[in-house]
């Protein structure tokens, strides 16, 4: 594996492979590396010849007051990770290398309105950090495939949807999330658990759960569902965000014609924000 961390000598190893004939997967991620990470690099090498990893803590996706300085930094673990996932090049480049005018962006790419609701109502300019950055390495590292998990369910359809929309001649991948024996989703943030809260953290799952199963029996009383499962939170330990049912296409709310919605949540639990969410196909009336 090689590592690097300037535009130029990136963009060198790419042009000799793409003069080669092969594809090229790109696994974005802020680091501190875990099995979730892993399973998208797996993916992205199933697609392609060449995989490239960035690792990149992006402060703009970070509003005032959040986890920017304590977001956990592991650098020689997830280096020898991603060799041993055989990782062709991790692309970890600097806040200055990336955004030369002072750690900022003259230019913002926002997704409206998808980048206004749930997590982007709580979280504001969040997703416009996120479609930025995303904009950015996309130019930078000119993938033919890109993968993201499917457990960050509204940053996917931000990026799906910016790609599109801007058509930039990449292939996104979402991948199935990677959870714990007992359900909680793998996340970064995993960390800031104490133990007593990672006894609690499964709950999140198995509310989702809860409220998929009520959907499944025919269920569509979408408010007091959403109101149950905030009290289930609430009632473990959780501060919830929000819990809310979607339409898993287009992160509406469900309408008459909706086949399959998914349900997502975020809650604080300790120093935590933890996201979840599952798809649900509804049954025909």
């Keep these: 594996m090689r590592a690097v961390d300037r535009i130029d000598e990136l963009r060198e190893l790419v042009r ?40 990149f803590v992006n402060p703009l996706q970070f509003g005032p007051g959040e ?61 416009d950090g996120v479609a930025t950055v995303v904009a950015r390495l996309f130019g930078i590292v000119q993938p033919d495939v890109a993968v993201f998990g499917e457990k960050d369910y509204q940053q996917l359809a931000v990026i799906r949807r910016m790609t599109e929309d801007l058509a930039l001649p990449v292939e996104v991948i979402g991948a199935p999330t990677v959870r714990a024996s007992d359900g909680l989703a793998m996340s970064s943030r995993n960390r800031y658990l104490a133990a007593a809260e990672r006894e609690i953290a499964p709950k999140l799952y198995a509310m989702l759960q809860m409220l998929a199963r009520r959907l499944m029996e025919g269920q569509r009383e979408y408010a007091v569902l959403e109101e149950e499962g905030t009290r289930v939170l609430r009632d473990a330990g959780f501060a919830p965000d929000y819990v809310s049912i979607r339409d898993a296409r287009t992160l509406e709310p469900p309408g008459a014609q909706c086949s399959e919605a998914v349900v997502l949540a975020a809650a604080r639990l300790g120093r935590a924000r933890l996201i979840d969410n599952l798809r649900v196909v509804l049954p025909n009336d």
């Design 16 to 55: 000799g492979w793409r003069a080669a004939g092969e594809r090229v997967g790109f696994v974005p991620t802020m680091g501190s590396l875990h099995e979730g990470h892993l399973s998208l690099l797996e993916l992205a090498r199933q697609r392609s010849q060449r995989v490239i990893v960035s690792i």
């Design 67 to 127: 986890d920017f300085e304590r977001y956990p930094r592991m650098p020689e673990e997830d280096s020898r990770l991603l060799q041993v996932h055989r990782c062709d090049v991790l692309f970890n480049p600097s806040v200055a290398h990336m955004y030369p005018e002072g750690g900022v962006s003259a230019t913002v790419v926002s997704v409206r309105p998808l980048s206004q609701i749930l997590c982007g109502a709580v979280r504001p300019g969040h997703f």
